[in-house]
């Protein structure tokens, strides 16, 4: 095969795979926004022949044959990047059957539908069964995978590229030495701050009504965007142009909804901004999840709990729900919606809490993995560990070890991700600082220089670089979580006068 032939083979069979990705994904958004609970055991079953289908184009012969010609010839960027991208994953799925490709699939889907009915019934008995499948399952294959590492290593590598357990030890264990103190500080003096107004009742109608407003705000137009509900909020590009979130109302919690919106279209914009040139090819892909969730809790923090960020918007709501906000100032407000105090779910947790929810769960699974935690009831492990790392005491599995979606389809290793994206941000914003006034922009209302800034200096680069070298080219050095704990010290010294 010569090198033209091999590329030709590349890009065609590259197409295919990216149309049965758009199918599953628009399939996979339906399954978890729209579609009936009842039609579930066929959807699944059909997804999973079309998943079959996927892979059999994927481990087509040819298609390997012409990837590996690819990997030996001399190639520039951004084809040397996205041949060496192919053949990583190529070199896991050949190592699987079709078959145990489709059954994997199939109990992913399965175990998923369990833990939502679980969740709702509080039920983690009947979870139970399909929560130890999915950690065999994975077990199994990340063995199958790289069988001289650590199967859990294996996972981690997965979401960030490089990352290790050791790696993480070092940085959970310095943000538990450098936080807890504080947590415990902020949690003696919750007479500091006064949130209560944030819980009243929101009626979810009223809540939509905000949402049109902050999109907009957000620059996340409905051109190329496009907002659901569902169970668990969440982001899924199907392209550059078309990109998918969804939400989750509270009508006890005014602030959930809006900062899941936030959060998710700082997602999407990381998305929407790779650059076009890379569309439909490996490159044209987000980096990592640690980078994602960079962008991410980038808007969601970084930007959306400035007071800055609420100049004009707060009005708005104000004028949504005058009978529980209009007696609150735009101070207070801002202040409520800083507010930390040790709480039992991650995805209302604020910002100084937030990652001691992810040492519980990355301390569970790396447990489980090297057999110190046993898979026999999880439940009262995660609530001895809320007990042990939050100091609360969990009253249900509801909000206790079901709360998120993650490990129902076996995505181990993907929390660490989350606290690593928060301090990638956090040293993003050091840098986005020096370069100009974030606050004088958000209270003109140019939420796009923000964009801009993010767009230029890093996310059209789309995966043409991993994370770590990404990191220094933005901010010429390499990742240090110092900025993120002096960023959170700061803040919440201040906040709650504390010396
Ligand atoms: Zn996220």
Known sequence: MTKNEALKIYRETGKKINAYDLVLSTASYDRLTIAPKKGASYRNEMMAVLEGEAFSVMTDPKYIEAVLKLASCDLKDPLKREIALVKKSLEDIIKFTKEEQMAFSLAQMESNEAWEKAKHENDYPSFEPHLKKMFEMTMARSKKRAPEKDPYE???????????????????????????PLIEKVAAKQEEVDDSFLFKYYPVEKQAEFMPLLCDFLGFDPSWGYMGVSEHPFTNGFSRNDVRITTNYDEHNVTSAIFSVIHEAGHATYEHQIDAKYEGTAVGNFISSGMHESQSRFFENYLGRRKSFWTTLYPKLQELFPENLKDVSLDAFVRAINASRPSLVRTDADELTYPMHIVVRYEI?????????????LNETWNRKYREVLGVEVPNDTAGILQDTHWSDGSFGYFPTYALGSAIGAQLLHRMEQDFDIDAELEKGNFKALTEWLKKNLQHYAALYDYKTLIRMVC????DPKYYIRYLKDKYKKLYRIR
Do not use: A
């Open 154 to 180: 294996v996972c981690l590598d997965d979401y960030e590229e490089g990352m290790t357990k050791k790696d993480y030890d070092r940085f959970f264990k310095l943000l538990r030495k450098e936080l807890v």
């Open 365 to 377: 699974e790396k447990g489980v993995f090297d057999g110190s935690i046993s898979m026999e009831k």
């Open 476 to 479: 010429g050095e390499e990742f």
